[in-house]
């Protein structure tokens, strides 16, 4: 008896070490490399969640929970089939994200590495899961789980508008991101990392929008930012303390 307790013990040590374990990653495809994870799925363009706990801000009203498994799905339909980096660029585990990058240097970057920018349709797919939830990680926000809920900084402005290594000195001051995957269960359903918090990331916008590149998921001082909170007030050279990206692949036959 005293035996068969020991072997189970060991047998939960060893599955919590295992990194095939970590919540909600279902572990590689063969479509897809090593540090990617496959996104699969149908997109619909609006989705409508019910809020239940809503706080007013400074300048909107933000939800904080969602009734559960309430969703309405509206508009055209996309179905996504594509890779995805695990983290955001430079997609290790472990690394600092990259940020003060534009949409431009996002996509030279990418096609360095052979892959290409994510688009829109599919970032929002990989956040929300094939259950269209409001938030990569269910239907309330728990400020624990993702890098989101730091207290904003004020910004100097001017040193952003001088020369790059006034605003790399000013983006270091600001600075509150996490080491990629530190946050071990800010992950969606298909296995991506801190799609929300962290650093905002930039990808290929939808036919809509004003411009060629939008910013998702917030950056870590915004808890309320889910899966469908788009920013598209910038153009493609805007670049800024918390704006990084990740980047996509079309998968192998």
Not at 107 to 115: E, I, V
């Amino acid at each position: 008896m005293l035996d068969s307790w020991f072997s189970l013990v060991v047998l939960s040590l060893k599955l919590a070490a295992s990194p095939a374990t970590l919540s909600g990653d279902p572990g590689p495809h063969p479509a897809c490399p090593n540090d990617m994870r496959l996104v699969q799925g149908e997109h619909y363009d609006n989705t409508a969640h019910v809020c239940r706990d809503a706080s007013k801000g400074n300048k909107d009203t933000h939800c904080y929970a969602y009734e559960p498994d309430i969703t309405t799905l509206e508009g055209p339909v996309t179905k996504v089939h594509v890779c995805m980096d695990r983290f955001e660029a430079p997609n290790r585990r472990g690394a600092k994200p990259m940020v003060l990058q534009s949409h431009r240097s996002a996509k030279r970057w990418c096609a360095k590495q052979g892959k290409r920018m994510c688009h829109e349709r599919e970032w929002e797919l990989a956040c929300e899961g094939t259950e269209h939830r409001p938030l990569a990680y269910g239907w309330q926000v728990d400020r624990r789980l993702c890098n989101s809920a730091r207290k904003w900084k004020p910004v100097n402005f001017e040193a952003f508008g001088r020369d790059f290594a006034s605003a790399k000195k000013e983006s270091l001051r600001l600075w509150q991101g996490s080491r990629s995957g530190r946050y071990r269960n800010c992950v969606s359903p298909f296995g991506i990392y801190d799609l929300m918090g962290n650093v905002e990331e930039w990808v290929d916008s939808r036919e809509t929008r004003k411009h060629p590149g939008s910013l998702m998921g917030g950056f870590w001082a915004k808890p309320w930012t889910g899966c469908r909170g788009t920013n598209d007030a910038h153009g493609p050279t805007f670049a800024f303390y918390e704006t990084g990206f990740r980047c996509c692949k079309d998968p192998t036959p």
